[in-house]
């Protein structure tokens, strides 16, 4: 991948300038509602996400890949999670040198009261204020940009 010099006016540009401090705002108003609320971070909720989404065992190298997290940062995650009984982790049957991470009932039951808030938040903070021409351009840059970030 090739890249372009990027020049300066572009990184003062007005939108990106309110992309950047408005995204970060609006994950800290995530972040902040989800602790409230259910006692998770952000970070939590995702990992519980994936394995809610998935109901299988998984491995930790694939969570991580899920996640896009530094496998460092997932395990520190992940045993914070064990702790409060959210998550088991236990050696893979397949490959006893590689850990595999499942949502426990309690898990579970932390998830869905976690989407509730999490969806309304979105919703509220986000959602409610777009058109769907704005979430129709929204959904164009962003899975361009992600396609173009995972190659």
Known sequence: MTREPVSSNSLRSPGWR????????FREALETSLKEACGLSLADYNILLILWETRDPMPMAALSRALVF???????????????????????SADRRSLVVSLTDVGADAFEAARKVHAQDIRELFLDHLGPEDTAVLERVFF???????E
């Open 70 to 92: 530094l496998p460092s940062r997932l395990t520190y995650a992940v045993r914070s999670l064990k702790e409060r009984g959210l998550v088991t982790q236990e050696p893979s």
């Open 18 to 25: 309110a992309y950047f401090e408005g995204s970060q705002l």
């Open 144 to 150: 361009e940009l992600k396609d173009r970030l995972t």
